[in-house]
């Protein structure tokens, strides 16, 4: 999707002693853009979003967000900004309705204009109900409602949301997401989180970080694109050449495992009926024949287990 | 504003917590017994009860001089929760989020902590001049004792919401400003007075709190002291801001 670049992060360091948290991350975020950011525990997903946000100050490197600088013009930067970390800011002693109205102002909404954002963002977040309830008597899903209605309260440009489904049960977590789609329509997003189904339902591009680097960047589309493209392992007892494979019709590649074993990459002109009977007429003595299609979480573990190889983190995912 | 609606929002959390109201009855409780006792003394005895002149230098004075160092503790409790908790909760989020400056974030918080002092100090207020019920009391006296009084109430209370931002621990926050109040009211004379050399004997007396304190509480309003006062709050409040500002840095 092209279209107005909102969030642009270059070159982002950060250090906590000894310890790099973050090395040389970029990223870029379009106006109408729903951006997964992925990763393992401690891979820098919540580093990363606490400097967009302006929470934590980079080692190096800049965040500029709508074309501002969130360290030199702090004020307009954040203005065009919602966020909710990973443990919602709440005062669980006020209403929903108190908060959100204080967060209004703090937001330098119009004091006109105060009551009709409240109102507002509590229709998208689905909190009518408990309006008038204590934020510490709410359910944690609720409490995370708040905390959305929060982030959006002044329409942001962006909404930066980070692990916003975790400890809700299923259908909470089906509807926080249902909140994240929708909002998708109006506001640019970010969302980071480790579930992955999370981000094939909601997001249109997604950014792996692992060890504090980006390891993948690629559309879903993309993605999809990428896991799509199957693989058949098949065993041969008595194997032809890697030539006479890689001519067979369908087949991109050919991987020897070892043993007589070879992985095929093929695309869509691929029959294993059509290899099987092969096989049988050429001797080859097929033993094994399995298809396999990747999935996202196995690209996942792929990237962010290669921890030997994180110099070149894009090789492992000739899948 | 902002600062505005950060300050209401800091005083209605005030007036939310429990220890707020139990500062607020003990201080009324304490005040009014201190009344009784100095008045008896008084009337046993007009000429010299504590040194004061009259009733007003007598009893309010004393009430107000007294509530001074009952303050020591007071102002930490009042302000210990003022940004350790925000830590702690991690709402500080919110804040730092948000389209605004650390100077209106301080400058919020401490407006609303010093408007809730006043109110605090309006319990001795109203204690002492049901005097006037009974006899004239000296008005001079009356509002330079009072001003020495507040004026020791937003340094302390600056004091202690400096201390809140060092740390995300409550108690913490309580017992450094404690430290810190002591220091600059007392000790700092107390070190003074142990060290001969001049400069910096007279830098140490320039310090202390109470030094600039007492002329207030006898009627005598110099302004130096005044600046004083000035200086010091803006020193804590600067000093919250730049450790505001200093904590995104680390972690």
Redesign the interface.
């Known amino acids: 999707m092209t279209g107005e670049t909102l969030i642009q992060v270059e070159h982002l360091y950060r250090d ?1 002693g000894d310890l790099h948290a973050l090395s040389d991350v970029n990223l870029t975020l379009n106006r109408g853009e729903v951006l997964g950011f992925l990763g393992p525990n401690g891979a820098g997903k919540s580093t990363t979003m606490q400097i967009i ?5 980079p080692s190096s490197g800049r965040v500029r967000i709508n074309g501002f600088d969130i360290l030199d013009d ?6 065009a ?1 919602g ?1 909710l ?1 990973e ?1 919602p ?5 006020l209403t929903v309705n108190e908060y959100l109205e ?2 209004a ?4 909404i119009p004091q006109r204009d105060i009551t009709k954002s409240v109102v507002r963002a509590c229709e998208r977040c689905g909190l009518g109900k408990v309006q008038k309830r204590l934020i510490g008597n709410l359910s944690k899903g609720y409490q995370q409602r708040v905390g959305i209605a ?1 982030a959006i309260i002044h329409a942001p440009d962006v909404v930066i949301l980070d692990e916003p489904t975790v400890g809700l049960d299923p259908i909470q977590i089906r509807e926080i997401r249902d909140l994240i789609r929708e909002l998708g329509n109006d506001h640019s997003v970010i969302l980071s989180t480790h579930i992955l189904p999370e981000v094939q339902s909601t997001c249109d591009r997604v950014v792996i970080i692992n060890n504090g680097k980006i390891a993948l960047e690629d559309s879903l589309a993309g993605l999809d694109a990428r896991l799509r493209k199957d693989f058949v392992t098949v065993s041969l007892i008595n194997p032809p050449t890697i030539e006479t494979l890689t001519a067979l019709n369908g087949v991109d590649t050919v991987e020897q495992l070892g043993n007589g074993r070879y992985q095929l990459h093929c695309d869509d002109n691929f029959n294993s009926a059509e290899f099987a009977h092969h096989a049988v007429n050429n001797q080859w003595q097929l033993s094994e024949l399995t298809p396999q299609t990747s999935s996202l979480e196995q690209m996942f573990i792929d990237i962010t287990c290669s921890d030997n190889n994180t110099d070149h983190p894009q090789e492992d995912l000739t899948v | 504003m ?1 600062i505005f ?2 300050a209401q ?1 800091e005083l209605r ?1 005030m007036f ?1 917590s429990l220890l707020s109201w139990i500062i607020l009855s003990g201080i009324s409780l304490v005040v009014f017994l201190i009344l009784v006792t100095l008045v008896k003394s008084y009337l046993e005895n007009p000429t010299n009860s504590l040194g004061g002149i009259g009733v007003t230098g007598t009893i309010s004075s004393s009430i107000f001089y007294f509530c001074s160092y009952l303050f020591i503790l007071i102002a930490p409790m009042l302000t210990m929760r003022s940004f350790s908790a925000e830590f702690k ?13 650390m100077t209106e974030i301080v400058l919020g918080k401490c407006l609303g902590l010093y408007l809730f002092s006043l109110i605090t100090a309006a319990l001795p207020v109203l204690i002492t001049l049901s005097l006037a019920f009974g006899t004239q009391l000296d008005i001079g006296l009356y509002l330079s004792s009072l001003l020495g009084f507040i004026l020791v109430t937003f340094t302390f209370i600056t004091i202690g919401v400096f201390a809140s931002s060092i740390t995300n621990h409550i108690g913490l926050a309580a017992f450094s400003s404690i430290g810190i109040i002591i220091f600059l009211f007392w000790l700092v004379e107390l070190l003074a007075s142990l060290i001969k050399i001049d400069a910096i004997q007279r830098g140490l007396q320039y310090l202390s709190i109470s030094k600039h304190a007492s002329p207030l509480y006898n009627g005598q309003l110099n302004s130096s002291d005044l600046l004083f006062f000035i200086l010091i709050i803006t020193t804590f409040i600067v000093l919250t801001i730049r450790r505001l500002d200093s904590y ?2 680390q ?1």
Do not use: V
Request: hydrophobic share 35%; charged share 15%; proline share 8%.
């Open positions: 906590y946000s302006g929470n934590l100050a702090p004020r307009q930067a954040k203005a900004l966020f970390p443990q800011p709440l005062y669980l002693e204080y967060c102002k703090l937001n330098r929060q | 902002i609606s950060i929002r959390n939310n909760n991690k709402t500080s989020q919110l804040l730092f989020s948000a389209p605004i400056s995104r840095m972690h």
